[in-house]
């Protein structure tokens, strides 16, 4: 059946129809998950939290640990009893779909088909297909279109919102299945990337995230049609990324912060990115905005290392030498001095020594990262490095994961405690999930903070700062300044600075008890 589109209209008959999505892994799929089920939406489908009340169950899968793919084939192990009762339609998708390519079946009979990245645009079509009764069906072709065009769905208002602006990946780091899963790089161009943040802003989103595996290479293959500055791009460790003549990701950056349309878009982030792509082009951008800089920009950079040994990184396919990263986040601290870092690392790759891991520790002193992501290495079929011994004992990777993280805790409560008593900028993402945080005139009282609300939100550099309300106001959204009172090695409490006028809060003026979390 279709709609006079020539759209499957079965979906859009059923306005009670639930749809449950299992999101595992990076913030893509975390954006992916949202783009289906505002596609679900369209048909109108519902989301729901709860995996019984649904009439579509999706399985958002991660390949890029093995612990990763085990807990989305759990997860979908534990389908088989729904399945019986209720009898929806259950799909496997993300990149465990992608590389699964439908073996899965023989294991999971109960499972109705299995999807890939690049085949969500085409989700109601499969979900229809579904429902008139065909099984066992795959789709994980890749898109073979040279350019990579989209328009951002979000579900919902949202003062953020995340926005895919480039696929794939076409580093091959050794270790990493990603390649695999999401295809070769292709990026969106500038103008459409712009019309897209348009739509968004005016629905009021006020921070943006680019997404992509490797951002810095955004632009790749289009061609700078209109001459959008800067025309090239350098890097210290050698010319890479996008060529003369074609669109790069710091012309994106110009073009939105010299953009009217803009104005109310307060904050840039974006991520991922390779320190081989990362231009000196782009570490300019972090200048204050009096001396060229963009002053969107988030003062925060995720710039994944991975290890503080060169040997390692050579043998990880990295390209480049501890040296130049340094040389990049040092230039990037004296641009701008708030700037907060993360990382991703990798401890027990094939033949990491002890001294090799003491390499990562002293790479933590000297750049002083406010959060690292640290994973013990996991072989992925497939991939360079699992053709390597997998010789690091899993105790070992075990113990250095577990001490990396401790040096780092140390190193994080250090800094987050040095920003007690000063005053930031913080953009409202919502209540807290944990409402125990007292103020200090709820300590003083010894009355609960039930009397009050926890908001959580953060700072341009990425800090999580928690504060007490008592007026019942909905800050969602708002950017309020908060005077930092307290600190842990993981976020920062505060307290409002001023009250703002109801007129700047851009959702409503205050909560009804129902809307109110508990
Ligand atoms: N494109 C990003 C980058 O260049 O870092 C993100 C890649 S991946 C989605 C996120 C992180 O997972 C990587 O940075 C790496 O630290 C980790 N990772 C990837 N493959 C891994 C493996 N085989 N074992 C353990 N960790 C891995
Ligand atoms: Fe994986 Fe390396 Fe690509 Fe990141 S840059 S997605 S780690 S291959
Ligand atoms: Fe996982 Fe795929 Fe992201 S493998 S980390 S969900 S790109």
Known sequence: MTDQSGNPSEIAANPSKKVYVKTFGCQMNVADTERMLALMGEKGMEPTEVPGDADLIIINGCSVRDKAVHKAVSFLGEQQVLKKKKNPIIALGGCVGQLDKGDVFKRAPYLDFVFGPDAIDQLPELVHKAQ????????????????YSTQTKIHGSKAQAFVNIMKGCDKYCTYCIVPFTRGKEKSRT???VLEDLAQLVAKGVREVTFLGQNVNSFG??????????????????GKVGPRDGEENFPQLLYAIENDPRFEKLKRIRYTSSHPLDFSDELIECYAPKEKGGIGKLAKHLHLPVQSGSDVVLQKMGRHHKIENYI??????????PEIGFSTDLIVGFPTETEEDFEQTLKLLDRVQYDNIYAFAYSPRPGTRAAKLPDDVPAEVKNRRLNQLLQHQLKIAAVRYASRVGQTMEVLVEGQAKNQNMMTAADRAQETPTALGRVWTGRTSCNRVVNFVDHTQRNYLGALLMVKITGSTSLSLQGELVHQPDFAELKYTSSYSSSEIAQ
């Open 132 to 147: 008139s009764g065909q099984k066992h069906f795959v789709q994980v072709e890749f898109d073979k279109t040279l350019s």
């Open 190 to 192: 500038i103008d459409e």
């Open 220 to 237: 790749k293959g289009n061609k700078n049609l209109k001459g959008y500055l800067p025309l090239e791009l350098n890097n210290i460790i």
């Open 327 to 336: 040389a990049q986040m040092d230039r990037l601290k004296e641009l701008c």
